[in-house]
């Protein structure tokens, strides 16, 4: 049982490159999210998913775009990155989010730099 | 506003001793808080939770405390070991017709043998 895995790890784009980032979670949770973490702030919610085939907003979806076909899997998209992009980026997973008491278990985070 | 934050950023304890983590909250009905470790590198790891409907939760060396009427929560790790050096980070879910979840920007425990 792996959890949450990320790939790839560490990633430097130039301004304007694309890019996707790959979540997979072997847990059968039905909820799953993506966040930044930038130095000082909390982590913040990019886009989520309630389930297979269904994507939502989160608190900072701009310039990010996420696909769920699979379960198991949540890809967060960068078409044309930006230097404010430049962040770690968590992918976590729950069991069910609609409930508001299921812990969520994070992936180990992958470091974005846009030059 | 809807807020959860810390009092202090950082914090240095020697090994042995206890140490108390605080973050302050906003939103009077949140009804669920959740504590989370991240050693350098990882992710967060869920540490301890607490219901609004408790003041104290305790579990393995962890107790959490719940003051809902000041809006604050502390995180207390007993006998504090180099191992528990980490940032910890205090989030509050509430339902805003979906249930919302608000992070807490961190505290950076360091643990001095």
């Known amino acids: 049982n792996a959890g949450v895995t990320q790939t790839p790890k560490f990633r430097v784009l130039k301004t304007g490159q694309s890019m996707t980032l790959l979540c997979a979670q072997d847990?059968?949770?039905?909820?799953m999210y993506w966040y930044r973490q930038d130095p000082g702030m909390g982590l913040r919610l990019i886009h989520y998913?309630?389930?297979?085939?269904?994507?939502a907003k989160g608190e900072v979806p701009d310039g990010y775009n996420v696909s769920r076909l699979k379960k198991q899997n949540f890809l967060l998209g960068l078409e044309s990155a930006a230097p404010s992009q430049t962040s770690v980026y968590f992918c976590?997973?729950?069991?069910?989010?609609?409930?508001?008491?299921?812990?969520?278990?994070f992936g180990p985070g992958t470091r974005l730099t846009v030059l | 506003g809807e807020s959860v934050g810390l009092h202090l950023p950082t914090l240095s304890v020697q090994e042995g001793d206890n140490s108390i983590i605080n973050c302050a909250y906003s939103n009077s009905a949140s009804d669920y808080f959740i504590w989370y470790k991240q050693e350098s590198g990882k992710g967060p790891q869920f540490i301890i939770d607490i219901r609004s409907n408790m003041d104290k939760r305790q579990g393995q060396r962890v107790t959490v405390l719940l003051n809902k009427t000041v809006k604050h929560l502390s995180l207390q790790i007993a006998a504090t070991q180099p191992g528990d050096s980490a940032v910890y980070f205090c989030?509050?879910?509430?339902?805003?017709?979906?249930?919302?979840?608000?992070f807490g920007a961190g505290t950076r425990l360091f643990v001095k043998a």
């Open positions: 989030a509050e879910i509430f339902n805003t017709g979906g249930f919302k979840t608000i």
């Open positions: 976590a997973s729950s069991y069910s989010g609609g409930r508001g008491t299921d812990t969520q278990y």
């Open positions: 998913s309630v389930g297979e085939g269904t994507t």
């Open positions: 847990m059968n949770h039905e909820y």
